[in-house]
């Protein structure tokens, strides 16, 4: 069994008057804790090999491992679920389940969501314990992308058709509570980007080299628009424009379509979109803009992998992109400024993933051996 580290050192101790972690509330620590950020523990696999980083839902971290089948027909997964304060294992009640690919869940109120893929697609709900809240199999459905909410909707997508290239893809809207089937929405198959928010889902896809973006109404199923877009590698939603970031960001009305506004290009790929205004990622910076489009600031320092924003921070792990030429590390900054307010080892190797944060931590994994925890040193 993989041994859990737990940092005991005085200088890393939490706070004094911190809320417990299953008390406390989903957000990461504020900016004064966050420019303390300290290694709390790490652990290596519990069943088999991390599949997907971690999330936080109630006091727990949860992430997929891929698990061996002693048959050697099957190809399995399993949630492992950690204590969020002291990354000790904790007691999951449903087993290992079929899948070829670990999908990162998403955790939304006291459930955790997760679909699986084998011969069909597979939706599930979970309790914190692990207990099996509802489940919906999908016939015909393959190859899904990672679930997401949208307000009171879980969002699901996934592809059909498959004989040679999949012919269709579909967007799936589930009211998450009880999963049961709220609408479907058919689109065309290829290359798909996905992203929601309360109220909309943005569906991209990429076929024949014409890129389309069409952005439907949560409530409904219905299509607000679809339009082509021109490319584009990356996009992203909020309450008044849908984004695509193809070299340069380009804002769409999120009702109409209807063009915006557009940047410079920098080569972005990637885009996130919330309360802190919109972040983009290029080859060697990131940005952030307003949502009419002026340009906040810019950092010259390189994330690798996806940006997380909580509380007016932005979390993400910064590393280099070959073996041997260093240490991957977790940067916290403010979103307002770019500011960098710690910059913390991951460890000593390269490394790439998506970063959580809850209870007054942060969270992330290194490649696919470990998952790490990092909390707030007590001030001095």
Do not use: N
């Amino acid at each position: 069994m993989h041994r859990i580290a737990v940092i005991a050192l005085a200088c890393l101790t939490l706070a004094a008057g911190a809320a417990p972690v299953g008390a406390a509330p989903v957000t990461g620590p504020d900016a004064a804790g966050a420019a303390r950020l300290r290694t709390a523990w790490r652990a290596g696999p519990a069943v088999g090999s991390i599949a997907t980083a971690p999330v936080y839902l109630a006091g727990s971290t949860y992430h997929l491992e891929s698990v061996a089948d002693p048959a050697k027909v099957r190809a399995l997964v399993r949630v492992v679920r950690r204590d969020a304060g002291t990354g000790r294992r904790l007691p999951f009640g449903t087993a290992a389940i079929e899948s070829i690919a670990g999908y990162r869940p998403v955790a939304g109120g006291r459930t955790l969501f997760v679909t699986t893929f084998r011969e069909q697609t597979h939706v599930w709900a979970f309790h914190p314990d692990g207990r099996v809240r509802w489940s919906r199999a999908q016939p015909g459905e393959r190859f899904p992308q990672p679930p997401m909410l949208a307000g009171p909707y879980l969002i699901t997508v996934s592809r059909s058709g498959c004989e040679v290239e999949c012919e269709h893809t579909t967007v799936f809207g589930w009211r998450a509570d009880d999963g049961s089937p709220a609408w479907s929405y058919r689109l065309p198959g290829g290359y798909v980007k996905a992203a929601t928010t309360a109220g909309y889902a943005a569906v991209q896809i990429t076929t024949s080299g014409k890129t389309t973006l069409t952005v439907l109404d949560v409530a409904t199923g219905g299509p607000l628009w679809s339009r082509s877009v021109g490319g584009g590698s990356g996009i992203a939603v909020d309450g008044t424009h849908a984004y695509v970031a193809g070299g340069s960001l380009r804002a769409y009305g999120i009702r109409d379509g209807s063009p915006g506004w557009s940047g410079e290009d920098a080569g972005y790929t990637a885009a996130y979109a919330g309360r802190s205004g919109i972040l983009v990622t290029a080859g060697r910076r990131y940005a952030a803009y307003d949502v009419t489009g002026r340009r906040r600031w810019w950092s010259g320092v390189h994330p690798r992998g996806t940006l997380t924003v909580d509380g007016g921070i932005v979390y993400f792990q910064q590393s280099p992109t070959r073996q041997g030429a260093g240490s991957a590390y977790l940067v916290a900054a403010r979103a307002s400024t770019g500011a960098v307010l710690s910059r913390v080892r991951i460890w000593d190797r390269v490394s790439v993933g998506e970063v959580a944060v809850g209870g007054g931590r942060v969270f992330t994994k290194a490649l696919l051996e470990e998952v790490v925890a990092f909390a707030p040193a007590r001030p001095h």
